[in-house]
């Protein structure tokens, strides 16, 4: 399942790095995005290989919850009526 919701943003992300090249490293928020496709897979990848009660595994999850609460943060700020909340808790 993890990986399936995985596969949109490497569409999304690859292609949006495709058509504008370089300058998709530009972008901050951009690396974010990278790192949560990266760390996603990982997830999966430490869950098949070293089991889901390893530590490496739990921090591996906790990392890729944080990366999701900051896209979440991200795009609730976009929404003037979160706007306040999310500058809060930032």
């Known amino acids: ?3 399936l919701n995985l596969v949109y943003p490497l569409y999304y992300d690859g292609t949006q790095c495709w058509k504008t090249g370089a300058e998709y490293l530009q972008d901050p928020w951009n690396y974010l995005d990278m790192m949560h496709i990266f760390m996603g897979y990982l997830n999966i990848w430490c ?10 595994t ?3 999850a906790i990392l890729v919850t ?8 991200f795009f609730l700020r976009v929404v003037m009526s979160f706007s306040v909340i999310v500058t809060m808790i930032l």
């Open 58 to 60: 739990k921090f591996v």
């Open 47 to 56: 869950q098949l290989t070293l089991g889901v009660t390893d530590p490496i």
């Open 1 to 3: 399942m993890i990986a």
């Open 66 to 73: 944080l990366i999701c609460l900051s896209k979440t943060f």
